[in-house]
């Protein structure tokens, strides 16, 4: 097991109400894999450095896990081909 550091990106669309369902769906994906969710650290709506998809700002949300490298591998695929999610962004955490 490893520590890893998810950020995304999700599209100003999704209502802020609809925001921690959506985080849920896919800690409960790590939980159910045999991961553990250390932390999820919302940041809110923030503006964007450059343009995204024509979108000037986006929801910042930060997963801290600890999980196989495979399970952190399928959360990132499955945030990549939700349409929600604008960007995605895994790292490896020392320590």
């Known amino acids: 097991m490893r520590k890893y550091e998810i950020m995304a990106i999700i599209s100003p669309d999704v209502d ?4 921690q369902p959506l985080v849920d769906k896919y ?3 790590i939980v159910r894999e045999g991961g553990t969710v250390d932390n999820v650290d919302i940041w809110g ?3 964007l450095a450059y343009p995204i998809n024509k979108k000037t700002e986006g929801l910042y949300v930060i997963i801290n896990t600890t999980s196989e490298p495979a399970t952190v591998a399928e959360v990132d695929r499955l945030m990549t081909i939700d349409e929600q ?3 995605t962004k895994v790292m490896r955490r020392d320590a």
């Open 16 to 19: 802020e109400r609809q925001l």
């Open 27 to 29: 800690t409960d994906t």
């Open 85 to 87: 999610f604008m960007r």
């Open 45 to 47: 709506r923030r503006h």
